[in-house]
């Protein structure tokens, strides 16, 4: 969120690369799908509305770490 707010496009390119293969191999999809968009529109120079794709992403992530945490109890 702080990288598309300051129009880093490079740092948010760089966490949802990892962020979208870390998702995928925990079975995270939507959240590794919501990864790749940025990943691939930063890269295509086409990223539209990064901050609300980025305040959507960290909405899933919480989700999918507190589902995590629920199931490790």
Known sequence: VQAA????????VGA???LKS???NLGAL???DMAKRIE???R???LSNP???AHHTTFE???VAAELTRLME
């Open 22 to 24: 870390t998702s995928a």
């Open 5 to 12: 707010e300051s129009g880093n496009v490079d740092s948010m």
């Open 44 to 46: 295509r120079g086409d």
């Open 40 to 42: 691939q529109g930063g």
């Open 30 to 32: 939507i959240l590794s």
């Open 16 to 18: 949802a690369h990892s």
């Open 61 to 63: 992530f919480d989700r």
């Open 51 to 53: 901050i609300e794709l």
